[in-house]
């Protein structure tokens, strides 16, 4: 399958400056903010500055340094939001959906990171 990028949808409008974000931290390859309809106490988005859907279109396309950024920027904003162990945390989730069947809302690969409070169960079972 060829992957469609859609540069109108909202995050490639805030990596463009379009919209504004809560910024949490910023690398060369790679923005985390805070969810403007937060789900959990601590929730905060991680995306990759790149124009990838999900994340096997990141993985097949983008370079090694940019996945390397994105990997280490998703559990050093863990680390900075304090729900690490190693930062006095309880622990967190990290949630990434891809696809229709995945739920997945923006079609640009984001992960969220949820903490600050039990997330309950991985899925709700049928």
Do not use: W
């Amino acid at each position: 399958m060829a992957y469609q990028y859609d540069d109108q949808n909202v995050f490639a409008k805030i990596l463009r400056g379009e919209i504004p974000c809560k910024k949490v931290h910023e690398t060369a390859h790679s923005l985390a903010f805070h969810d403007i309809q937060p789900a959990k106490p601590v929730h905060v988005l991680v995306i990759p500055k790149g124009a990838y859907v999900t994340y096997d279109h990141f993985t097949a396309e983008a370079p090694d340094a940019e996945i390397l950024d994105f990997t280490k920027t998703v559990g050093e904003v863990a680390k900075m939001l304090g729900v690490t162990e190693a930062s006095g945390g309880n622990g967190f989730r990290i949630l990434s959906n891809a696809g229709p069947d995945g739920t997945q809302e923006v079609p640009h690969l984001h992960v969220h990171i949820f903490g600050g409070g039990p997330c309950g169960p991985m899925i709700k079972r049928d």
